[in-house]
């Protein structure tokens, strides 16, 4: 996800990335979002940390917030760290909570073909909520699709579109076993692994982006609004005239439109 892809999501809390323009540190002295928060050791200098993740770059904006791109101390591993602005919790009261219920809904998931949550808190220096996850290194679906396109052909191999949408239904499933209804699925929402050569992993595919999701009983909305949210080209004809009525059949629409 490239910084300007992330500033055309109008979905609400930006989208997962797969992969920042470098995997290097870069200077974050003036990211406002992450002023006053705590500083850690990491690979030879000091770095910003949020909860002890040390922040290494910034790798997506989105309507709601920042994804960056992080390190997991004591795993030893890359991560994704999805944040909450402080002004936008004054503004909204209970984004914050809507917020946490996300990575508990998603944490609730076990699926190799779903993002996986590690993490959600506030720290405390910033007073920002963050929400730590798997790094995906690889690129979305959508620009995996965009790569097919040549003059020579008109798109992706039937086989391959195949191998993408299977591993996508998959992590879609192991939702839909938990209740959980996805409400955004669509290319920028699938995020495909790539190998040490650089070749995308079609079946390996991973659904992300649990930021619409709701739990099918009692229908608790992330949004907290009765609007028709999701995105367009891909929703349901019942989610575009009542959200609330957006189950698990609109969540195989947008696979479908996606395929």
Same mark, same amino acid.
């Given at each position: 996800?490239?910084?300007?892809?992330?500033?055309?999501?109008?979905?609400?809390?930006?989208?997962?990335?797969?992969?920042?323009?470098?995997?290097?540190?870069?200077?974050?002295?003036?990211?406002?979002?992450?002023?006053?928060?705590?500083?850690?050791?990491?690979?030879?200098? #000091?770095?910003? =940390?949020?909860?002890?993740?040390?922040?290494?770059? +910034?790798?997506?904006?989105?309507?709601?917030?920042?994804?960056?791109?992080?390190?997991?101390?004591?795993? *030893?591993?890359?991560? =994704? %760290?999805?944040?909450?602005?402080?002004?936008?919790?004054? !503004?909204? /009261?209970?984004?914050?909570?809507?917020?946490? !219920?996300?990575?508990?809904? =998603?944490?609730?998931?076990?699926?190799?073909? &779903?993002?996986?949550?590690?993490?959600?808190?506030?720290?405390?220096? $910033?007073?920002?909520?963050?929400?730590?996850?798997?790094?995906? #290194?690889?690129?979305? =679906?959508?620009?995996?699709?965009?790569?097919? +396109?040549?003059?020579?052909?008109?798109?992706?191999?039937?086989?391959?579109? &195949?191998?993408?949408?299977?591993?996508?239904? +998959? @992590?879609?499933?192991?939702?839909?076993?938990?209740?959980?209804?996805?409400?955004?699925?669509? /290319?920028? *929402? %699938?995020?495909?692994?790539?190998?040490?050569?650089? #070749?995308?992993?079609?079946?390996? $595919?991973?659904?992300?982006?649990?930021?619409?999701?709701? $739990?099918?009983?009692? @229908?608790?909305?992330?949004? @907290?609004?009765?609007?028709?949210?999701?995105?367009?080209?891909?929703?349901?004809?019942?989610?575009?005239?009542?959200?609330?009525?957006?189950?698990?059949? $609109?969540?195989?629409?947008?696979?479908?439109?996606?395929?």
């Amino acid at each position: 996800m490239t910084d300007a892809d992330a500033d055309d999501d109008t979905s609400g809390l930006p989208t997962m990335p797969v992969g920042p323009p470098s995997l290097g540190a870069e200077d974050l002295t003036g990211e406002w979002l992450l002023k006053g928060c705590s500083t850690v050791e990491h690979d030879g200098g #000091r770095r910003p =940390a949020l909860g002890g993740y040390p922040v290494l770059s +910034r790798i997506g904006r989105g309507g709601m917030g920042v994804v960056y791109y992080g390190w997991h101390p004591r795993l *030893n591993s890359e991560v =994704a %760290i999805k944040t909450l602005p402080r002004d936008l919790e004054e !503004r909204h /009261p209970g984004l914050a909570e809507r917020f946490v !219920r996300e990575a508990r809904l =998603a944490a609730r998931l076990r699926s190799e073909h &779903l993002v996986a949550v590690l993490d959600v808190d506030r720290d405390g220096p $910033a007073g920002v909520h963050y929400l730590v996850m798997e790094f995906v #290194r690889g690129r979305s =679906a959508r620009e995996w699709g965009l790569r097919q +396109r040549r003059p020579d052909r008109r798109g992706a191999d039937e086989g391959d579109a &195949l191998d993408l949408a299977i591993a996508a239904a +998959r @992590g879609l499933e192991a939702a839909h076993v938990e209740g959980i209804v996805h409400r955004d699925v669509k /290319p920028d *929402n %699938i995020l495909i692994p790539v190998d040490e050569a650089g #070749r995308p992993r079609l079946s390996a $595919a991973k659904l992300s982006d649990l930021g619409l999701a709701r $739990a099918e009983e009692g @229908g608790h909305s992330l949004t @907290g609004t009765d609007v028709s949210l999701g995105t367009p080209g891909f929703m349901a004809p019942e989610q575009a005239r009542d959200v609330k009525r957006a189950g698990k059949p $609109a969540d195989v629409f947008g696979l479908g439109a996606t395929l």
